[in-house]
């Protein structure tokens, strides 16, 4: 399911990149140091990309978005990652996963209520699926259970690893309605954070940095009213399989975005550091490791602007976005660590974004799906023995509902 209205020309989508480049260079990247000392949550980042458009790729003017499109929503994605990776986390909470789906799922008054405020950056969101006990294994570590009771729900559960959590205004969690029921018994709610017995606390994860909070997250006896569910009880692992379609895709182009930084600042420290009284870049072993960065680029870039113009093209996109997400976040680890190797000892110094390029590589290649995820899910496609994108008809029968 999409919300785009229409799709920008080329033009319109180097336009926008350009800008969101130019917001990343002056905007961004000038101020890493200090928020990172701080460690105050950047709202005043999200509140400015908002007003820019940078979140309304996907949505229709009549929720305040530009349905510029995919292929722009993977630019603006790309050059966020580009500039700084922490601060691209934004995406998926205020452009794709949680707007899109609310959009796509949720009963009018809702989608009124929350998408314009998340693609205006004036409400964070939050989307609460991974448990204490697996993030792969979805349906089998899901233990969170919402019972109806009149005209609410009433969760009980935990939640870990939640992105935004702390700080967010509006999520989705997603929970078992009917534990018997594997796939069929989950929901997906619509949860505002300052709901009674919603409680989040950050995890510390000092190689990620401060700007982006991730949370365990509580719920006690949370109260929670039916219409606030996305899709009919029992729909919810089909809502999150859609959410991921878009979801990889942001994710690919955030990790072609960060391989394309590693790149960059590669060569430029090739450019300037001497060692035996030459610059490094003329040695032949970083040579290798500088034309395989440019090609495997230059590969991913192709795979993510594939995957975005299927979706542009009305298609949902769940084969090509999965290879898009798999190949960009090896490449982009493969690259993170070629640039380590490259600035040797200062790969480490905190004056340089080094040691957290390569700690964002590897998270893209475990979050919205782990790398071996990927590699299953493509080689049971590829073998006939389960088609990638067996929700399509589910999503054909909501589709059909709607209208
Ligand atoms: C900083 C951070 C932010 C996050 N943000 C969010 C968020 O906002 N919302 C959210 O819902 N989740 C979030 N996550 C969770 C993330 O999506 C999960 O960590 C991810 O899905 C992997 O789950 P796991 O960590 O439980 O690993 P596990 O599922 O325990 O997997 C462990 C290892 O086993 C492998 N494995 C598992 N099953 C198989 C199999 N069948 N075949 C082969 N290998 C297998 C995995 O690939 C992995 O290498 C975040 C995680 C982090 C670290």
Redesign the pocket.
Known sequence: MSLTAKSANPEEIAALREMVRDFGKNEIRPRVRDMEATGEFPRDIYRKLGELGAFGCIAPESLGGTGAGYEALAAVAEELAWAYPPISACMNMQAATVPLTIANWGRPDLVEKFVPGLIEGRLLG?????EPD????VLGAMRTRAVRDGDDYVLNGAKM???NANVADVGIVYCKTDPAARHKGVSAFVVETNTPGFAAKQVK?RV?GNLMP?NELAFKDMRVPAANMLGAEGEGFTVAMTAMDFGRLVVAARSLGLAQACLDASLEYCNVRTAFGQKIGSFQMIKQQLSNMVCEVAAARALVTNAARMFDAGNIATRESSIAKYYAAEVCVRAANAASEIFGGYSFSDELPIAIYVSYAR?WH????????QR?LIADDALGWKRMDRHKDAVAKVVARKA
Do not use: M
């Open positions: 939050y989307s609460a699926l991974t697996g993030g792969t294994d690893w939640i992105t994860c990620l991730t998270l475990t979050g919205e799906g782990s790398a071996n995820l299953v």
